[in-house]
């Protein structure tokens, strides 16, 4: 199969490397034209995946429509702030009932939307899945053993998606549910943040297995809410991936996390990071999305708070160890 992977990022390099081995035509192609001739060069990017050699089969490209010239399937792999621009920019070549698998992780800024429902907004002649999971670039590049989930609105693009992805140390499930799965991929990079910050204040692991397991709690309230599976959030692309990108030395949210507790401004977290961190853009939707429904999401509010008011992180941490008394689980009681 021909397949063309949009954004030459470290996730779309390790994908590359990925479908390549596993038998399949791949063009990269990337916006930036030193990215384009440093991987033409060099069969690795430097940068953002280094040690990582492509095959001499993958072929990269700066042209959208060199890229999917007879793609069979298209991979999105931009930084979710880039995946409207994007999706606009190949609507015009992607034909009809074209499969592209979103594997970026966030939700929009401004609409607060799913990724999957900006590329079908933009490209509504396509069938739209999603990959997601456990899964740094780093490690599917050097091969080791990874296990995904694929969403799709039919079962037979998911088996499809399955079958292209699937190799003997990527593993791939599926599942109908989207909804599910794009929540707890965008906000698991938010709850990462605030692991990341407590790192950075100097908090050891009780701290971060709190945040990890009342995190998912507040990704689950929030997800079931929008029509997700509760199912799905102790899944693959819940719990599983929560847990990596909170603990990971290949976290990005971590690491500016870190820096943030350190200190540092957002901004220049990020600059030092040298990547883009999806939690600071996921993070201001998610707080939206939780006022919205009616959802009560005390992280996700105070990482904004640390974000964007110049808040102090060990206030922030403060603030959610001395709320209201309150029970761990709503819903039960002792029987006297």
């Known amino acids: 199969m021909k397949i063309a992977i949009l954004g030459a990022g470290s996730w779309g390099v390790a994908l590359a490397k990925l479908l390549t081995c596993n038998q399949h035509e791949v063009v990269l192609w990337s916006i930036d034209p030193e990215e384009v001739a440093m991987l033409t060069e060099y069969c690795e990017h430097k940068l953002k995946l280094p040690g990582v050699i492509l095959p001499g089969t993958v072929h990269y490209t700066g042209e959208m429509e060199t890229a999917l010239s007879d793609a069979e399937m298209v991979v999105m792999a931009v930084p979710s702030p880039f995946v409207r621009s994007t999706s606009k920019a190949a ?6 009932g074209t499969v592209i698998v979103s ?20 490209i509504p002649q396509a ?4 990959l997601s999971g456990p899964s740094h670039a780093e490690e599917v590049g050097k091969c080791l053993a990874t296990i995904v989930v694929v969403g ?4 037979e693009t998911a088996r499809l998606v399955q079958d292209v992805f699937m190799t003997d ?3 791939v499930y599926t599942s109908p549910d989207m909804v599910g799965i794009e929540i707890g991929a965008a906000l698991k990079n938010v709850i990462a943040l605030a692991a990341g910050i407590a790192d950075g204040l100097g908090c050891g692991d009780n701290t971060k297995a709190a945040l990890i397991t009342r995190g998912i709690l507040e990704i689950s309230n929030l997800g079931t809410k929008l029509g997700g599976h509760p199912e799905t959030f102790s899944g693959l692309s819940g719990t599983g991936d929560l847990i990596v990108t909170c603990a990971s030395k290949h976290s ?12 540092m401004s957002y901004h220049d977290a990020m600059n030092e990071v040298k990547m883009i961190v999806e939690g600071v853009y996921s993070a201001k939707a998610a707080l939206e999305l939780a006022k919205k429904h009616d959802v009560v999401m005390p992280i996700v509010e105070m990482v904004n708070r640390v974000l964007f008011d110049d808040f102090p992180a060990a206030d922030a941490l403060k603030s959610l160890l001395t709320r209201d008394r309150k029970s761990e689980i709503s819903g039960m009681n002792w029987d006297d």
Do not use: M, W, Y
Not at 91 to 96: D, G, I, N, Q, T
Not at 127 to 130: E, I, N
Not at 152 to 155: C, Q, R, S
């Open 91 to 96: 609507a015009p070549l992607v034909k009809e």
């Open 127 to 130: 069938d739209v899945a999603v």
């Open 169 to 171: 140390f990527f593993r």
């Open 152 to 155: 799709a609105k039919t079962h």
């Open 252 to 263: 990005r949210n971590r690491r500016a996390g870190v820096l943030i507790g350190q200190g």
């Open 103 to 122: 594997v970026a992780k966030g939700l929009e800024e401004n609409t607060l939307l799913r990724l999957s429902e900006v590329i079908s907004e933009e």
